[in-house]
């Protein structure tokens, strides 16, 4: 149980989907629908999640989601994740979203979130999670913002009580 708890490194989190736009997943407009992006955030997000804490999660939240550039069907579409905070059963987990196209290579950043997951037992109760260790200077500085984003959200959750 106690290699459960082991510190992990950033980088052992880290989880690249990529996933072929197809035109059922397209919006009136004729681009991708935006909740199909969403979606395949959040199981990239859960991915990291999950290998980081050895144990099934649940998302919590989802900070703000503000696409940049469209993504057309027929694009190739990376969602790159990684565990960027860890506390006693939460982890921050970003994600980035990179559109390419297949033809030309040419790659546009198309947005990137922030999620919260946490860590259940079988009982689905929430579970301790391993400490993540920051390996470089930016890992660091995100670790420390990502403190202060959930010192944000916290804060939130205390003046929006769920009934």
Known sequence: M???HKPKTVQSTRVQLAQLMHPEQSNLHGNVHGGWIM?????A????ATRHAAHRTVTVAI???TFQHPVHVG???FFNAEVSYAGKTSMEVEVQVVAENPLTG???DTNQAYLV????DSSGKPTRVPPLIAE???ESKRMTDAIERQKRRLSLKKVLPMK
Do not use: H, P
């Open 136 to 138: 470089t200077e930016f």
């Open 63 to 65: 900070d703000q989601m």
């Open 45 to 48: 997000g859960s991915l990291a």
């Open 2 to 4: 106690a290699e459960l």
């Open 75 to 77: 694009d190739l579409v």
């Open 106 to 108: 040419k790659r546009i």
């Open 39 to 43: 979606k395949l955030v959040d199981e």
């Open 117 to 120: 997951y946490v860590a259940i």
